[in-house]
């Protein structure tokens, strides 16, 4: 008997659709000589210090820290019948399926449960499927496709550790944070967290930022310069002097105005012409926290309902496997191009048009089998929605990854840009333009930001035809007067989107280099739950869609040591975790630091 153990019921499901035709009873579907059966997520649970120790049940300062010698787990409570199902079914099977989801918590739930019935130790041959979509075309591949369990042994410990280590840092600076804070007179739990505690410092850290900052008023000459073929207007390019602070902004008026009055007066003339034919390659399609971005952005999702939503889109099998860090498809995915592009240009959709017109012999540089680990990007699958019948928000991100997977199949856009330096005197202004030569994939978001402002005065205007040396005539002046701006509070989206690009906020600068290729913190599936849960335990809070830290939150601030508050060990840590997965340290190794 060979048997699938999947990571929910939704999942083993598909998979028993996939081999045929069965009979599904408690918990289980069975098909001749394969039998289907599932978990509901973890069905192990880590065990609490008083499991370990009688002791644990009171805080005590003298008791800490709790290093557990060897690690225990238990069944969940809800789960213990599901649980003798499985024990049984493995005794009987011949060869067993790990049928987790494709990443490393899909890999650890079904491995912990087969370690716990003692299997993992090579008594039977164990196989693993990897299913990006559950539509039964995709099924049928991934089942002609099993590998061997033995092959994910780095994924497995990388999800061991990242638990464990949760649990030695959440249990004992919980602990130890809560003593100390009850001392103070605070009777509530203090909870202190791997991830959850630098984000809340993410957040803080930026509100005293606000509450700190002074707004300096500058003030920026802007010319109109005249040549022969046409007019541009150019804005002051900053130099070292009195009246000039460190960030290169004139901080007194008259400065500025005495700028204009003298280069009235002076000749000028063009100092250097750059003119650079570029590319815009086309977007790349979705990874779970990038669609969380955007749909923050354009429509105020959470990251949670964007996660919850994309998971139901999943399980109707119309987009590819929801909690993906990963935004390239693999190249042999190209094969059912033909059939998604016809499903899209056959809807009643915004996108239907754009997708009959798509270029079908174009292959982007999304297609990389080198950037494809457990999982891919989220795309649509070959089965076709009714898209009319779907609810508000799956109609939404269906249509971004849609238009996502659509600009794959539309040419670069090209364009020239041009930057025009105008000398006068001791001064130098500049002005930028950029002509849009083709537009390609860009057609399909004509209406929509990708939230890069052009920064340039004078981005958008078109430039006339001018050569080093062409002598220009001042035509007009006038200062700009512009006030500073303090940061901005962060939003669910923006908060999401520091915790993937973490290395930006760690204090340590060396540490900042090193980490830029790693993953954040958090996983794909466990940001926005963070976020939530910072919310529900009133540590921050949601204020005209902007993140605000409670009183709360600030005061547990003022007792937690700068190393559990800034996020440079944890991203450490998940550089760390990834490497576990590709062997290149080891498990042991790791929990070292931890404790």
């Known amino acids: 008997m060979r048997l699938f153990i999947a990571e929910k019921p939704s999942l083993g499901r598909a998979i028993a659709a996939g081999l045929g035709k069965g009979t599904e009873k408690d918990g289980a579907i069975y098909l001749g000589s394969d039998v289907v059966t599932w978990c509901f997520g973890h069905i192990l649970e880590q065990c609490s210090p008083e499991d370990y120790d009688e002791k644990y049940k009171r805080w005590r300062i003298e008791d800490l820290p709790i290093l557990p010698e060897v690690w225990k787990t238990k069944v969940k409570p809800d789960a213990k019948k599901q649980y003798l199902l499985i024990k049984k079914l493995v005794h009987e099977a011949d060869e067993i399926v790990n049928a987790g989801d494709p990443d490393r918590e899909g890999q650890l739930l079904v491995d912990e449960v087969l370690a716990d019935l003692q299997i993992l130790k090579g008594s039977k041959p164990i196989r693993r499927i990897l299913l990006n979509a559950l539509d039964e075309k995709s099924v049928r591949e991934a089942l002609r496709q099993l590998r061997s369990n033995q092959e994910f042994i780095g994924l497995r410990n990388s999800a061991l550790a990242r638990s464990r280590a949760d649990w030695l840092i959440g249990m004992n600076l919980s602990r130890i944070y809560t003593i100390r804070a009850r001392q103070a007179g605070y ?143 693999p190249e042999n995915q190209l094969a059912d191009k033909e059939k998604i592009l016809e499903n899209l240009a056959a809807l009643s959709a915004p996108f239907s048009e754009l997708a009959e017109k798509a270029d079908r012999t174009i292959k982007s540089r999304a297609w990389n089998d080198k950037k494809i680990s457990a999982h891919h990007a989220i795309i649509p699958t070959t089965i076709r929605p009714d898209y009319n019948a779907l609810k508000e928000m799956e109609k939404n991100l269906y249509t971004l990854i849609a238009k996502a997977y659509i600009a794959q199949f539309y040419p670069p856009q090209e364009f020239l840009t041009t930057k025009i330096r105008v000398s006068v005197g001791e001064e130098t202004f500049t002005a930028s333009g950029k002509v849009i030569l083709r537009n390609g994939w860009k057609e399909l978001y004509q209406n929509q930001t990708d939230g890069k402002a052009e920064e340039d005065i004078g981005q958008a205007q078109h430039l006339p035809s001018v050569h080093e040396g062409d002598s220009v005539i001042y035509q007009d002046g006038k200062i700009q007067e512009s006030v500073t701006k303090p940061p901005p509070r962060f939003t669910p989206a923006t908060l999401l989107k520091a915790m993937k690009e973490i290395y930006k906020y760690v204090k340590d600068r060396q540490l900042k280099e090193t980490l830029k290729e790693c993953a954040g913190i958090g996983t794909e599936a466990t940001r926005a739950f963070i976020i939530e849960t910072l919310q529900k335990r009133e540590y921050i809070r949601l204020e005209k869609k902007q993140l605000v830290p409670t009183e709360l939150g600030i005061s547990l601030c003022k007792i937690l040591p700068d190393k559990i508050l800034f996020p440079d060990i944890t991203a450490q840590w998940e550089s760390d975790l990834d490497r576990i997965s590709t062997g290149s340290i080891s498990i042991k190794d790791f929990f070292a630091q931890q404790e």
């Not at 009246?243 to 204009?260: F, H, N, T, W, Y």
């Not at 669609?291 to 399980?315: H, M, N, R, W």
């Open 187 to 329: 009777t509530n739990t203090v909870s202190v967290g791997r991830v959850q505690t630098p984000t809340m410092g993410l957040v803080i850290r930026r509100e005293i930022e606000i509450r700190q900052f002074r707004p300096v008023t500058f003030f920026t000459p802007m010319i109109l310069w005249q040549h022969e073929n046409g007019g541009f207007l150019t804005k002051w390019q900053p130099r070292d002097f009195d009246g000039v602070d460190q960030e290169g902004r004139i901080v007194e008026k008259d400065i500025a105005e005495r700028i204009l009055m003298k280069v009235k007066n002076t000749p000028a003339q063009i100092s250097g012409v750059e003119q650079t034919k570029g590319t815009h390659l086309q977007r790349l399609p979705y990874s779970l926290s990038a669609l969380q971005i955007d749909a923050g952005k354009l429509f105020g999702y959470s990251p949670q309902d964007v996660l919850d939503t994309q998971q139901a889109l999943y399980e109707k099998k119309y987009t590819s496997y929801p909690r993906s860090d990963c935004d390239y498809l």
